[in-house]
């Protein structure tokens, strides 16, 4: 199927490991069983979710060190196109511990400092890279500025950015909008909503208003938000999308957001509208959480999923 372009844009990507213990204790030496490495990182997950959904796409990473190296080699070896930028320091790894009882612990740690040069160089080369629709996603190395994204989206011009970031460039983008930097969809999860707006977000309503207030404010030209199990929302100037998928057997909530922008993303880079993009992003989110570990999306999953979506257009 034709698409445009698509670049994803991963900053501090992590060397994920996933693993089982019987029990999570302090004290005694607990020995993980049946450990898989996977390349990690917002960007790099979104890349692996379009991949495995059979689009094209380039994955431009961070990658420093003997984990760097490793990253490359897995990423590469699920057949992803990747891009590599030589990132100071080490790259950083991750690890997603379940027990027996089935919860699940996520320890991360912080990834190298960057200096100013270093973010220079960084947007520099990913606009050299960018051809289409770029996926700006995940978290900012230590001593990035907060405004890396909007300095993006202004070098990249026409409103082509996808954001879905954490932490200080989230409260940037959010608390002080570029007119000069538009962005094209901001995302984010409940959590981050919630910090955003100062207060809960507990009904659908209440996240839709939230959007709303942030595309009326400049922020982007789409806001999307997660609300948990009951699907995520979809706002613009002349949209408001509620998307609920159906209840599906949760094994891992890991990925189900890098899913949602993989095929989000994908959806809108075939041509297909806002809606469609919502519907086949919420099918991947829950194809998601139905697979083990740090694993994404599956197609055959989503594909399943997708007839069982529900989408409504609410009241504004």
Not at 29 to 49: C, H, I, Q, S, W
Not at 105 to 129: K, Y
Not at 198 to 207: C, E, F, G, K
Not at 276 to 281: E, R, W
Request: net charge negative; aromatic share 4%; proline share 6%.
């Amino acid at each position: 199927m034709a698409q445009t372009p698509i670049l994803t844009v991963t900053l501090n990507p992590a060397l994920d490991l996933s693993a089982r213990v019987p029990e999570m204790v302090a004290g005694p030496k607990l020995r993980m069983t049946d450990p898989v490495y996977e390349p990690g990182g917002g960007g790099v997950n979104v890349a692996r979710a379009i991949n495995a959904l059979d689009g094209q796409v380039r994955a431009w990473v961070a990658l420093g060190g003997s984990t760097g190296a490793q990253h490359y080699a897995l990423l590469h070896a699920q057949g992803v196109d990747v891009h590599q930028f030589d990132a100071p320091g080490d790259t950083r790894q991750s690890w997603a511990i379940t027990d027996g009882q089935g919860q699940q612990f996520r320890l991360q740690l912080p990834g190298a400092d960057w200096t100013q040069t270093d973010a220079d160089r960084a947007l520099a080369d990913i606009v050299a890279q960018a051809a289409g629709l770029v996926v700006l996603s995940g978290s900012q190395p230590p001593g990035m500025d907060g405004a890396f994204p909007q300095q993006l989206a202004r070098a990249l011009h026409a409103g082509r950015l996808v954001l879905d970031t954490s932490g200080a460039a989230l409260a940037q983008v959010v608390g002080q909008p570029d007119p000069a930097a538009p962005l094209h969809v901001l995302r984010l999860d409940q959590a981050e909503a919630e910090e955003q707006a100062a207060h809960p977000l507990p009904q659908v309503a209440d996240v839709l208003e939230f959007a709303q207030k942030l595309v009326a404010r400049g922020v982007a030209a789409h806001v999307c938000i997660a609300h948990g199990a009951n699907g995520s929302v979809l706002a613009g100037r002349d949209l408001a999308l509620h998307c609920r998928p159906p209840q599906v057997q949760v094994a891992s909530k890991v990925g189900a957001g890098d899913s949602f922008t993989g095929a989000f993303t994908l959806s809108l880079a075939r041509g297909q509208d806002m809606a469609q993009a919502l519907l086949t992003g919420t099918a991947a989110a829950a194809a998601a959480v139905m697979t083990d570990g740090t694993a994404l999306c599956r197609r055959a999953d989503m594909q399943a999923i997708l007839p069982e979506c529900t989408l409504q257009t609410l009241r504004a």
